[in-house]
Each structure stands twice: as structure tokens, then as C-alpha cells.
């Protein structure tokens, strides 16, 4: 099935295999705020299916046909074979079987989509721009693949504008995504299950970046050399592209933003000064050390 063939309905029943793990069961969070039907399975109970149950999902433990009684689609986890009883049994009926590619775009469609993808950083970048985002009162939905502090959770449903997702290349999972802004970290070959070599991996990146709209945004990191190429073999469009980087005068685009004089600080991370254009914006402060981590922050700032 095409992923433009699926279509969202509110109040839809939804049932999830696998709900119990940290990409689907971020998912789940936002359809239960966005007011859809949500069931699903999982092999044994955890924390994440515990606070779903809480919130109105209907949870099943083990595997069983019976489990989809009632649901418009199945959402499944790229782990579930098509053996699971359940998604055999959708086959049957006739029930749209889902990946993440094919849902997460009908589900960001009414919001401002921020994608951040990369091999690395991801989740660290996506949090820091909903801790942004949240500190400023804009309630944003927020799907990531790794619990936040600042959320106790790996995802939350906001009835703000903003949509901030981890765009996970596995499974070509940000192909289906519908971002307004997209955020690159970094480009390093990575999953050659799924891309044999560098060059499919990073015809992948290009596609992600040709889903965003006329006037969309793309930030990316110009002192990765992954991202350098991309830069350097992308098509004229009418996507704004802003860079960032570490240092004056050591890569091969030029930067928007520069994180200057970076130095670990009394807080255990890391402060540094913000650049744009040539102009001094300010200083920023991390509790956390690195410059990969100035660099993931430098991105949540921009965007």
C-alpha cells in the first residue's frame, strides 16, 4: 500500500503490535490526545504500557487475532513479522497493516513538523528543542526515542502548534514524515541491513530533505562532511537552508551559525557564544559536556 493511500479519520481505532515498545508507544500517547480508538499488544507489561493503560488505551499481553476487534489499522513495529497472529489476521479481514512511515505524516499533517534526523544526536537534538519549546509555553506534541526528563517520557501530545519528532532513517521511517522544518546532525553511514552502501544511505537523506514544502526550512550541520556533501549535491528549491558549525574557517560551507569559544563550565558542561551571520547573539549554557553536544544545541537554538 502507498503511503498518500491511508487516511486519518478522527475518532479512528487504532491498534498497535508491539505497543510496548519506545517507538510505538510514543505514538500511542499523541493518538490517544489526538482522540483516536487506541489498543494494542505486547508481549509482556512494562512502564510504557502501564501509563497507556492509564490514559485509555486498551492493553494486551501476548499475541492473539482476537486483539484486533473492532480496528480500522494496525500500526506495527518493524521487529513484528508477518507470522504475528495478529497482523495474519488483519491480512484476512482486510485491515490496512501500517508501519511508522505510513502514520507519522497523516499525524503531524495539522502542525508545524520539526524532523530532526542525522546517525547521531538525534534524540538529544529533538529533546532540547521540545525543552525549548515547552519552557516557552508552546505545548508542544513531542515524539522521540528516548525518555526526557523534562517529559518523564518518550512522548506527548501538546495542543500547540509544533509537531517535534526524531526522524529515525531505519526502515526509511522519515520518508513518510511531513515536516515544515527539518533538522540534519550528521550523515555516517549506518544500517547497511537497510542501505547497503554510503550512497543509497545518503540518497536517503536527499529524499528526506525533498519532502519539505516551498518555503520549508532545513538546518544542518556544515562542519559534518556526510552533511557537506549532501549540501553541495542538493537541487535549487525554494527551501531556506541554514548551516551551522563549530569553528570559523574549517569546513567546506559556510556557516549561518557559529558556536565560538566553546569551554566546559562550573555546571559540569559546557558555554559558548553564539554567531549568526557575524553578528554576536549571546552565550549559551549546557548542563551537559561535549562539543558534539554544543553542536546539538546550536541546532535546537536555530530552529
Do not use: W
Not at 489526538?34 to 490514559?55: H, I, P, Q, R, W
Not at 516551498?214 to 535549487?236: K, S, Y
Not at 554567531?275 to 553536544?293: F, K, S
Request: charged content about 20%.
Amino acid at each position: 500500500m502507498k503511503r498518500s493511500e491511508f487516511k486519518l479519520r478522527q475518532g479512528m481505532h487504532i491498534h498497535l503490535v508491539g505497543i510496548g515498545g519506545s517507538g510505538l508507544s510514543a505514538i500511542a500517547r499523541v493518538l490517544l490526545g489526538k482522540g483516536f480508538v487506541v489498543s494494542g499488544s505486547d508481549m509482556s507489561a512494562n512502564e510504557f504500557t502501564a501509563v497507556l493503560s492509564a490514559a485509555g488505551a486498551t492493553i494486551y499481553q501476548g499475541h492473539r487475532a482476537e486483539n484486533i476487534k473492532g480496528a480500522k489499522a494496525l500500526l506495527i513495529s518493524s521487529a513484528v513479522p508477518e507470522s504475528n497472529p495478529e497482523v495474519a489476521a488483519a491480512q484476512e479481514s482486510g485491515i490496512p497493516i501500517l508501519k511508522r512511515a505510513d502514520l507519522l505524516g497523516p499525524l503531524m499533517a495539522d502542525n508545524i513538523g520539526i524532523a530532526v534526523a542525522g546517525s547521531h544526536g538525534k534524540t538529544t537534538t529533538t529533546g532540547m528543542i521540545a525543552q525549548i519549546l515547552l519552557q516557552a509555553e508552546l505545548d508542544p506534541t513531542v515524539i522521540v526515542g528516548g525518555t526526557l526528563p523534562s517529559m518523564a517520557s518518550n512522548g506527548r501530545y501538546g495542543e500547540g502548534d509544533y509537531f517535534v519528532i526524531e526522524a529515525d532513517e531505519y526502515d526509511h521511517m522519515f520518508l513518510g514524515l511531513r515536516p515544515e522544518v527539518a533538522v540534519i546532525t550528521n550523515i555516517e553511514h549506518d544500517h547497511p541491513d537497510i542501505y547497503p552502501t554510503e550512497a543509497d544511505y545518503l540518497s536517503a537523506f536527499r529524499e528526506f530533505v525533498g519532502l519539505l514544502p516551498d518555503g520549508g526550512r532545513l538546518i544542518a550541520c556544515a562542519d559534518d562532511t556526510g552533511v557537506q556533501t549532501l549540501l553541495h549535491d542538493l537541487p535549487l528549491t525554494d527551501v531556506e537552508i541554514t548551516t551551522y558549525a563549530l569553528d570559523r574557517g574549517d569546513t567546506a560551507v559556510s556557516a549561518n551559525f557559529l558556536a565560538l569559544d566553546c569551554r566546559p563550565n562550573q555546571l559540569g558542561g559546557m558555554d559558548f557564544v553564539v554567531e549568526e551571520d557575524g553578528q554576536l547573539i549571546g552565550l549559551a549554557r549546557l548542563r551537559v559536556p561535549g562539543e558534539h553536544n554544543v553542536r546539538n544545541a546550536l541546532a535546537a537554538i536555530i530552529v
